[in-house]
Every structure is written in C-alpha cells, then in structure tokens.
C-alpha cells in the first residue's frame, strides 16, 4: 500500500489506539502521526492533513517495536517470524560476524525486513589469529567454527595482541560492541577477558558475553563464569551485558541473579537479558555438549535434539558420531522442564530480576534439502528451528503480562523496546530514535491486540507465527499489514556503531 502524499511527504495517521510509552511511562487513547521514518505527533483527535492514509486502531495497542539485541536470525525467513512477534531491530551481539564490513554490505544487497546490526566477534578474531582460519561473515561457519578445538586455548602475549587488534579494527568499522562466546573456549585464561573489557571500555563499546561455566556446576572452571563478568565490569567500567540468563544459569539462577545485582547495586554498568524457554540451541559440537561433560550440564543424551532432522540423540555413541560428522549442526538442549512447576518458576525469575530485558537468541531457518533461507511467504513446509525464533516476545508478554501479571504493558513494552535500546546509545546514536514512541521517535513501531497475542511456536511446530501483531512498520514502511506479512517489504536499515 502507497501512503498518499501531503505535498512531498507520505503521511500516516494511526488513530485510536492505547498509545504504550515507556520512556514516560504512558499508556493513553491517542493518535499517532508518521511521516517517511519518523512520528511527527502524537496525541488526542490530532489534526492531519486532508490526504493522510488513515488507519482505525481503535481497541488495539500501539507502542515502539520490540529491539532483539540477541538474534542469529539473518535471513529473510527468520526475520519475518521476528516480525510477527512483534521484533522491527534485530541485532547480533553475542556472536557478531566477521569481517564485519562484509557482513552488513552482503544484508544490505539482499534486502532484510527488519533493521539488523552486528558485534565484533570474538571467537572469529581468535580463530583467524590462533588458526589462520579466515572468517566469512556467516552464522554457518561461525557455528562449524565451535567445535574447533584449536581457537580455545590461552593466546600467547603476541597472539593476544593480535586478536585485541582485529577487534579494534571491527569497532572502528562500525561494529556494535564485542561478543563474546567465552562459553564455547571455558579453559581460557581469565586475563584474557579483562584485556578484552578494556578494550572495550576505551572505545566506549558494550560486551555481550555467553558466559563460561558456573563454579556450582564445574569446580575446575578457571573462573565462575558470572563472577567473571562483574568483576571485569567493576575492575574497568565496561559495559557488560549477561547473555541469556536463563540458560547458562539453569537450576543456579538464583545465585546467579544475586551476583548481578549486588554488580548493579555497586554502581557496575552491567545489564542482563533472558527468554522464556527451557531449552537452548546451539552445534552439536559444542564445548560444553561433549560426552565427558554432560554430567556438568545435568544433561543426557536424549536431552539433545537435532534441528534438521528431529532427531534425539539416543546414546552417547550417537552423540559422538554426530559431532565427528557434523560438529556445526544444530541441535536443541533441554535444560529446564517447563512442564514442572518448580523450574518453570526458575524461568519466570530470570524475567522477572528488575530490568532484565528480553531477548530471543533466534536461531534461522533449516529445510531438510539444506535451505537456510527463503523469500517465499507462507514458508515453505517442513522448516525447523528453536521456537523461540517465531515466539519468544509474544511468550514472555504473555507469561508476564497477561498470566502472571508482574508487568503492565508499559513494563512489557520497557523490557522489549526501551531497554535494548538504551543499551546501544552510546555507542550507536541512532538507536536513540527507537526503543520509544513520541514526536521524533522513529516510526518502528508494533500494533498488536493485547487480548490475542500469543506465541504458537512449539518444539515439533517450530515456525508456526506469533498471534496479535496486527501491523509493524519499520522505517515507516509496512512489513506486517493486517496481521499479514507484505513480501514486498524490505525496509530494514543497518545500526552500525560509532566507537568513542
């Protein structure tokens, strides 16, 4: 749909809607104004000009669209599923990609529906050091890369030097911070990751690390691996974001909370994000899913699931054959039984910990003939995934807000929108338009039906759509129109950084 024009501007007026704000902390009957990728009003019985596209959201929530700091969902399939759920920015940090410029050039030539952005990676600028592994911007070989042994040992002072540098050189190409996968190289030297925080706090970037080991689960950790996140925090003013708490804590979480927020309460610039499954995915070929340490884990084999083919693992003699074949596969661990009240209560915590923000940790797309993307809507039959990929913004609202009631729809929207936001400011200003919804915010924004929205993802129906979003705009422009995806629709935007 064409927005008609008002002398040279596209003007749309969105009137009627419960106006959710949570930079003020507003929930009002409103009306929105948007022109090309801005609101330029908001508020009652708004005045607009004669030509504007008018569209009744009367009954309907309208709020600033959700910001995922921690998506692997690169492609067109995996982002449409975001927007369905509500997502219009959709960042790789925990990872990132390397090199970075190819990343974001090869996105932006292929289009994305949603706006994207990349980190620095460190297990990359290790691997191209310590390896000679060149990185080739792709989830694929980044997920091939975790089963390498040969990138997760302690550098040498010059190999050190070398892969600090290449990090420089990504954050002063735009990226968005450091990632950091210290859970997939556990053995390292603790002093590395203090020399990589303060890397980033010279540059005024954040990290967002996938943390090691707990010492509850694995005495022999050189370090527990959330005590090692606040003290780097403390020892050198980085910002330091915990990746999913929920799953590197497991049954540990509330030790694990505690921790952060004595960081927080000490003044430490440490934030932290969660998802409410109690499954993870990653490769097969993963440190920490070894035969010899799943005990670590609390893990069996069968606690494992192949994503492309539904397969679970049935001894450990598979397991191992799965990793020598095919150690960059994906699979999907159970490490929380939701069907059991108690740990069910464990998730719920890691969301409810005060400005825990949310964040999906999307995984792509796979088809059984080896497709990792598509352009075809609806998609195609027989893909798999995590569900958390189509469902994890839909879930937690609804768990929080529409069961439990611990958040009203502004604490909903805060989590989902404002917080993530807040997180890149300093270092991306143009995230400062989003994560909120006023005159001069950005026009990526969510309209969706409080009463209807719900995740309808599964672990056997993986790519089944959120349910309520009704409309989502990205840079102003349509993406999900009627509660319909327009395939037409590529108006996603890179976030690149800009380091201090």
Not at 216 to 225: F, K
Request: charge should be negative.
């Amino acid at each position: 749909m064409r927005l008609h024009e008002h002398g040279e501007t596209p003007v749309l007026a969105l009137l009627g809607g419960r106006v959710v704000d949570p930079a003020t902390g507003t929930d009002t009957v409103a009306d929105v104004l948007i022109s090309g990728q801005r609101v330029i009003a908001v508020g009652p019985d708004l005045a607009r000009p004669d030509q504007a596209e008018v569209l009744d959201i009367s009954g309907l929530l309208v709020g600033p669209g959700f910001v995922d700091l921690h998506s692997h969902a690169h492609g067109v399939a995996g982002q449409r599923l975001q927007a369905l759920d509500g997502v219009t920015t959709a960042l790789d940090l925990e990872a990132g990609l390397m090199p970075l410029a190819r990343a974001y050039a090869e996105a932006e030539a292929e289009g994305r529906p949603l706006n994207f952005g990349f980190s620095a990676s460190w297990a990359e600028a290790r691997a191209q050091v310590l390896l000679g592994r060149m990185p080739q911007a792709s989830l694929e070989a980044s997920l091939d890369l975790l089963a390498e042994p040969g990138w997760q040992r302690s550098s040498t002072d010059a190999e050190l030097h070398a892969w600090l540098d290449l990090l420089s050189r990504e954050l002063a190409d735009g990226a968005l911070g450091i990632g950091v996968l210290m859970g997939y190289a556990p053995r390292t030297d603790p002093r590395e990751f203090r020399r990589v925080a303060g890397l980033a706090a010279a540059a005024g970037a954040p990290t967002f690390t996938h943390v090691r080991e707990l010492i509850e689960a694995d005495p022999s950790t050189p370090i527990d691996g959330s005590r090692e996140l606040v003290v780097a925090a403390a020892e050198t003013g980085a910002a330091m974001h915990h990746c999913h708490v929920n799953s590197t804590s497991r049954k540990h979480i509330d030790r694990v909370l505690a921790t952060l927020a004595d960081s927080q309460a000490a003044g430490s610039p440490v934030t932290v994000e969660a998802y409410p499954y109690g499954a993870g995915s990653t490769a097969v070929g993963a440190f920490f899913l070894a035969p010899d340490r799943l005990d670590v884990w609390g893990l069996r084999p069968s606690s494992i699931a192949m994503v492309g083919t539904g397969e679970r693992i049935g001894s450990l003699a598979r397991l191992r054959e799965l990793r020598a074949e095919q150690p960059g596969a994906e699979c999907v661990v159970d490490f929380l039984d939701e069907s059991r009240p108690d740990e069910l209560a464990l998730l719920r915590r890691s969301l409810s910990f005060p400005d825990a923000i949310v964040a999906s940790d999307a995984m792509p797309v796979l088809w059984p003939d080896g497709r990792r993307d598509t352009r075809s809507w609806p998609l195609p039959a027989a893909g798999s995934t995590h569900p958390r990929t189509a469902g994890t913004f839909a879930k937690a609202l609804r768990m929080m807000v529409r069961e439990q009631g611990e958040w009203d729809w502004v604490e909903g929207f805060r989590r989902c929108s404002y917080l993530p936001a807040r997180i890149l400011d300093g270092i991306a200003p143009s995230m400062r338009g989003k994560g909120w919804l006023g005159t001069g915010s950005d026009a990526d924004l969510v309209v969706l039906d409080p009463d209807v929205l719900t995740d309808r993802a599964t672990y056997t129906e993986p790519t089944r759509p959120s349910a309520g979003v009704r409309h989502l705009l990205v840079n102003g422009e349509f993406v999900v129109q009627h509660g319909q995806i327009r395939i037409d629709s590529y108006p996603g935007r890179p976030v690149r950084g800009q380091p201090g």
